[in-house]
């Protein structure tokens, strides 16, 4: 299996340093994808240092239509886009490279065990969809995000590159991103409003609704993405340690339970948060 690995930043390039050395050691000492290709994407205007960038294949800067009608409404909306567009520049360039997945996530948002991805990579209904995502059910109890947006997730995007060119998923100059909902909504608004538009029907697949997803007290996260997000079964972490920088010392823990600290870089990190910290 052929995979790409596409993390969305800001500047957050040493969340990128520490993501990308995880699963490019653990695919070297493993052998679990025939070929992985580790990549970048942003509109920060300086770029990972040679340190930074080590293990992946490129960075890349990703430009957005920066008169769109949403950006009148609120600046925040330029992010967002980098995020769409970004969607679109991972299919492009795993397809590119002949490969059979794109996994589009963010600086922030790592896998700790590409087992587990590979095996959720693996299953038939993956397999039989363009597109694949985590999806949070919005029932009465559990409703901590608000009554009128549904959790779309963009970490962990799935694309199956040979459907989506198939289908031409992606081949389109600006999708409508839902701008009737612009005042409410954000990134995950304009994801359904994609998926909506540009899958067709019976392509789309929530592979999990993150019912046993964790918070950096152990609870269930419900729909709540910031600031610690853990979900074992796929052993994806998603961790907002330079927003929230009293996380990095679990971060870190986190990683030396797991033994990725015997990674050059994960191990320096883990050193400069010692468990008794």
Aim: charged share 20%.
């Amino acid at each position: 299996m052929k995979l790409t690995i596409a993390w969305n930043v800001w500047n957050n390039y040493e969340d990128l340093l520490l993501g990308s050395e995880i699963v490019r050691l653990q695919n070297k000492e493993l052998g679990i994808f025939d070929s992985l290709h580790l990549i970048s994407q942003g509109g920060y205007p300086e770029p990972p240092s040679p340190r930074e960038s080590q293990y992946i294949d490129g960075h890349f800067p990703i430009e957005i239509n920066e008169n769109h009608e949403l950006l009148k409404i609120h600046i925040k909306y330029t992010a967002a886009f980098r995020v769409l567009e970004g969607i679109r520049h991972a299919y492009e360039y795993a397809r590119r490279n002949g490969d059979d997945y794109a996994l589009v996530t963010n600086g922030d948002a790592w896998c700790l065990d590409i087992r587990k991805l590979k095996c959720l990579l693996q299953e038939d209904v993956v397999k039989q969809n363009a597109v694949s995502a985590r999806i949070g059910l919005v029932t009465g109890l559990d409703s901590s995000w608000g009554s009128h947006a549904p959790f779309f997730d963009d970490h962990f995007i799935i694309l199956n590159i040979s459907l989506c060119e198939r289908h031409k998923v992606f081949e389109y100059v600006e999708p409508n991103y839902g701008s009737n909902l612009a005042h409410w909504g954000g990134v995950h608004y304009m994801l359904m409003s994609l998926v909506d538009e540009r899958v067709p029907p019976g392509l789309f697949h929530s592979y999990t609704h993150v019912e046993n997803s964790v918070n950096q007290f152990g609870e269930n996260s419900g729909f709540s993405l910031l600031p610690w997000q853990y979900q074992p079964d796929y052993a994806f972490l998603h961790a907002n340690c330079y927003q929230e920088a009293d996380l990095h010392p679990l971060r870190a823990e986190m990683l030396r339970f797991k033994g990725l600290d015997r990674y050059p870089e994960v191990g320096t990190y883990c050193r400069t948060f010692p468990a008794d910290l």
